[in-house]
């Protein structure tokens, strides 16, 4: 395979996590009689741009699907980051009701909901039919496609050009990395800033995140890589900002590589400083990382295995992405994890890809009384064991996984 950003040899092996179906494609009763698609799920590295991939097995309209059942808002953790964000942006840069405000990858409204409130003009872009439906239940303007090149040219002819683009948790999720970097270029305002977030490969290599690792995540980043493709498709990173969202992310703000201001600040050079002092252009960087995520997946079997033999109850927490590849990596299956609990009422009621582990709602938690409580978002660990603290009561426990096998009574 090539590289997707600079078409070199996708010589180094990452991580082969096998065959499993995409991971938000969660199972109707209906679908339970049906065939599952399962795609092999590998990663690779590209020893020029040093840009870690997955191959190409699964097209992104079979991924991002009408049905698509992501949504940020059941996460109050997320809400009050993404608050947060407008508040600082409005301050920094000077927002207000003359500016223009789109995100890419808008979801259910989570973010544009606070920009819509402080009176400032948005414009929502998102493809799945589900999310999008949600944000204009909140009075968002919301444009239902893929964003790239073509869409770009057509809002800029339409004058929708950004003051302020937002790219939360996205820029991993495009095949077509370089025509989605080349539509900002477009949308953006002379003077425009552009923001993405995203998890940060260092801190998903040195904390053991292999359960990140899905086929809608198509590229797993760096700020030396993401660096690279922002200089080839006419972008100029000046700020980066470290987070602690989804185990670790940067933040990094752009502005066209035309625009006059916005001088480069020193912690993009620090970034990229440390980025290499670690190893991340070296090959033995990546070479651990296979061995790692195979003894989480051994200790976390040998930890339900031996619940079962001993007769207590387990469930999860959680019906994300991250537990799907956690559980099919490993070959769990119902007779070993009971269920699923999810607040999302899109998914309840439905079964995980691949372990076909039915989803439920949290009211079953105190019916059923579990020993263990496996909380498979483990981001939002203190959120999680706040809202669910009652399983203490009759001395039940919260486990994690990731990035070792925890047990917290």
Avoid at 76 to 87: G, I, N
């Amino acid at each position: 395979m090539k590289c997707r950003h600079c078409k070199a040899d996708l010589s180094i092996s990452f991580i082969d996590l096998g065959s499993v179906p995409p991971s938000n494609a969660y199972l109707t009763v209906e679908k339970l009689v049906l065939p599952e698609k399962w795609f092999p799920l590998k990663v690779g590295v590209c020893p020029v741009c040093w840009l870690v991939q997955t191959e190409d097995f699964a097209q992104a309209n079979e991924l991002f699907d009408p049905e698509y059942a992501y949504f940020s808002s059941f996460s109050t953790t997320w809400l009050a980051h993404a608050q947060r964000y407008v508040t600082d942006m409005v301050t920094r840069f000077g927002l207000n009701a003359k500016s223009h405000v789109v995100e890419v990858a808008a979801n259910d409204g989570y973010l544009l909901q606070y920009v819509k409130k402080a009176g400032i003009p948005c414009l929502g872009i998102e493809p799945t039919t589900s999310t999008a439906s949600a944000a204009r239940q909140k009075g968002i303007d919301i444009i239902e496609d893929f964003f790239g090149v073509s869409l770009a040219q057509k809002l800029a002819r339409d004058g929708k050009q950004a003051d302020l683009m937002v790219a939360n948790n996205v820029l991993a999720h495009v095949p077509e990395v370089n025509d989605f970097v080349s539509g900002f270029t477009i949308l953006l305002k002379p003077k425009g800033i552009a923001t993405f977030e995203f998890p940060h490969l260092l801190q998903m290599v040195s904390r053991n995140q292999f359960d990140t690792i899905y086929h809608e995540h198509y590229s797993y980043l760096s700020l030396t890589a993401v660096q690279g493709i922002f200089d080839k498709n006419g972008l100029r990173i000046f700020d980066v900002q470290e987070l602690m969202t989804h185990g670790g992310s940067l933040r990094v703000f752009a502005c066209r590589k035309d625009s006059a201001g916005h001088q480069c600040l020193k912690c993009v050079s620090d970034m990229l400083s440390l980025e290499s002092q670690q190893g991340l252009r070296s090959v033995d960087y990546y070479k651990d990382f296979q061995k790692n995520a195979n003894k989480v997946k051994d200790d976390f079997m040998a930890f339900l295995i031996n619940a079962h033999e001993r007769g207590k109850k387990v469930i999860g927490y959680g019906a994300a992405a991250k537990g799907n590849t956690l559980l099919n990596y490993a070959g769990v299956r119902e007779e070993l994890l009971s269920f699923v609990v999810d607040r999302n009422p899109a998914k309840q009621g439905k079964y995980l890809p691949g372990s076909r582990i039915p989803i439920v709602e949290e009211g079953r938690i105190k019916l059923f009384r579990p020993d263990f409580v496996v909380i498979f978002p483990w981001n939002l660990k203190e959120e999680i064991t706040q809202q669910l603290s009652y399983v203490r009561e009759w001395k039940g426990k919260f486990v994690t996984a990731v990035p070792k096998l925890e047990v917290d009574g």
